[in-house]
């Protein structure tokens, strides 16, 4: 059942509810949004968006940018390495789809994003990464919000640091994946991390990784304090995860 109360605010965004799904490339299209949605995801994060595709005026992105007004809050997600694309290609989409939150993704792991240094390749650079989230706070008017990682492998875990850049620059809400770049998507994930972020930060705090069963859920949630969780590969299993079963 959704709750009557807000369960925590992106700035000024009530959300209503802990789960959400998480964008994931190919898979948190529309169609898939708008049903997990209406099952009791709390808010919506697009598809991530490549800020090269819109500078260069290659229209295909825009389909990722559409949504329906049920969706909303949306937050629509954006990748690059390059902080002046990132404010333009940023600026055009709330322009032209009028989302409630911008995402900038810092987490993907991916080869052909992490290695040019977008997506988790920011988590190389928080001094980046802060003024990337200043700039775009100070050229819009809606929230702005992250994606990390605990850091790019063992040896560089910065996610404290990273999150206070975020924090410190006017972002509103962090999402921490539990796992380095290196990492992707094997070994455990680090509920201590994410517990000490929440702790850190003052910003809402939503946690990512592993979240199977709604035991995963209710015990990440419990022992972490983070505000809400990111559903991601689980959901497209079982979309009913957001309804509680």
């Known amino acids: 059942l959704t709750p009557t109360t807000p369960t925590f ?8 509810g802990t789960r959400i799904l998480a964008p994931m490339d190919g898979y948190s299209d529309q169609p898939f949004r708008a049903v997990t949605r209406e099952l009791g995801s709390a808010m919506i ?15 295909k992105f825009a389909r990722r940018c559409l949504f329906s007004e049920a969706e909303r809050p949306v937050a629509i997600q954006v990748f690059d390495d390059n902080p002046i694309r990132l404010t333009a290609s940023a600026i055009a989409i709330v322009d032209q789809f009028k989302p409630d939150i911008i995402d ?19 988590l190389q650079d928080p001094k980046k990464v802060g003024s990337i989230i200043g700039n775009l ?41 539990a796992r380095t770049k290196a990492q992707m998507f094997s070994g455990s994930i ?22 199977n069963t709604n035991v995963d859920i209710e015990s990440m949630l419990t022992y972490t304090k983070c505000d809400g969780v990111l559903i ?8 009913w995860i957001f309804a509680g079963y």
Not at 200 to 208: D, E, F, S
């Open 9 to 16: 605010f992106i700035r000024d965004i009530p959300v209503y």
């Open 45 to 59: 994060y697009t598809e991530f968006i490549n800020a090269l595709e819109i500078v260069w005026g290659n229209k």
């Open 104 to 122: 900038i993704n810092m987490g993907c792991s991916v080869n052909h994003v992490a290695n040019r240094g977008a997506g988790a390749g920011l």
């Open 137 to 177: 706070t100070k050229e819009l008017n809606i929230p702005v919000t992250a994606k990390i990682r605990l850091g790019w492998d063992h040896d560089s875990i910065n996610y404290l640091e990273v999150g206070k850049q975020i924090e410190g620059n006017g972002g509103a809400l962090v999402a921490l994946h």
């Open 190 to 211: 680090d509920l201590d991390a994410i517990a000490q972020l929440k702790q850190t930060l003052t910003i809402p705090v939503l946690g990512n990784g592993d979240l």
């Open 232 to 239: 991601g590969r689980s959901a497209i299993k079982n979309p």
